[in-house]
Structures are given as C-alpha cells and as structure tokens.
C-alpha cells in the first residue's frame, strides 16, 4: 500500500510560492503528471517565464522554470525535490505552433534514494526534452526527463521521468 506524506513537499511549495510571489503578475503555472522509469507516480507543480531573443531569432525563446517534484511512494520511499531549470524554446510556426524544448537544470531531493535506486547525492542535474503545442489559452506538451548526479558521487543511479503537462499564464 502507498502513503505519501504531504507535510515536508507542501512546506516546500509554500518556501517556492513566498519567494516566487514579485514574479506571479509575470509568470505562467505548470502543472506535469507522469511517471519515472520505476513505475513511481510524479507531480511536478511550478512557475515559470519566458524570456524572448527576437533581435537574435524570433522563434527562439529561453524558458526559466522554477518548481517542486513530488514523487510518492511507499512508507518512507517518497521523496520530492526543488527544480530550477533553463530551457530554449523553438516554435515551429511562430508564436503559436508546435514547439520543441530542451536545457539542463538542477534539482535539491529531499532525500537521496527514490524507490530502490540510491541518488548518493541530494543535488542532481536535470536534462529536459519536451515537445509541445498551443492549447486554449495555456499550452500542452510531453516531456522526458533525465536526474543524475553525472558521476558526483557513487552510486549514479539517475532516473528518468516522462510526463504530460499544462502550462497557463496568470
């Protein structure tokens, strides 16, 4: 049977959305549903903002996301994380055609296993694909998702994540 305690990833969120409220009348919400490469569920909630290069490109745009992991699972196998990640945006037919993402960030685990898998570290890089297209006034898009510790620390046990998700401007 799963239990997830909520208490330690909702402290958390609360430290992100405090920290993050001078940038919300300029951020758009993420909300991602998936599940890792061990079958465990993931819940990814944050913020984020583009930033656009129309002097270098105007289908180039870098995306700055910022926003809490949550990956449940058995009695003390849970584990959530703070994510920061840069991504470069390509849009295929300007501002409101399919897209592609791509960018390595970092995420802090709150602890460094996950299911059976040994993390050795707290910190591990975030390697991020993620296709996408306009939907309504937000956006939809499918993203996999690569955590490492790049060989910081053994055992490397990385772990991939694939998920759906919405993104809708405040």
């Known amino acids: 049977m799963q239990r997830f305690s909520l208490q330690r990833p909702a402290?958390?969120?609360s430290g992100i959305i405090l920290l993050s409220i001078p940038m919300m009348s300029q951020a758009d919400g993420y909300i991602t549903l998936g599940t890792t490469s061990e079958s465990t569920p993931v819940i990814s909630l944050g913020l984020d903002h583009t930033f656009e290069f129309e002097r270098w490109h105007p289908q180039l745009t870098l995306r700055l996301g910022s926003g809490i992991l949550l990956l449940p699972g058995d009695i003390d196998d849970d584990n959530a994380a703070?994510?920061?990640t840069p991504a470069?945006?390509?849009s295929f037919a300007g501002e409101h055609g399919m897209f592609v993402e791509?960018?390595?960030g970092m995420a802090l685990f709150l602890n460094t296993h996950l299911e059976k898998r040994q993390l050795?570290?707290?910190f591990q890089f975030e390697d991020r694909l993620a296709l996408g297209m306009p939907l309504g006034n937000g956006e939809?898009?499918?993203s996999l998702i690569h955590y490492s510790n790049a060989g910081i620390k053994k055992p490397n046990s990385g772990f991939e994540t694939l998920s759906i998700g919405y993104?809708?401007?405040?």
């Open 82 to 84: 703070w994510t920061l």
């Open 102 to 104: 791509a960018g390595i």
């Open 11 to 13: 402290a958390v969120l």
């Open 140 to 142: 939809l898009s499918v």
């Open 88 to 90: 470069l945006r390509w």
């Open 120 to 122: 050795s570290t707290s």
């Open 167 to 170: 993104r809708h401007p405040f």
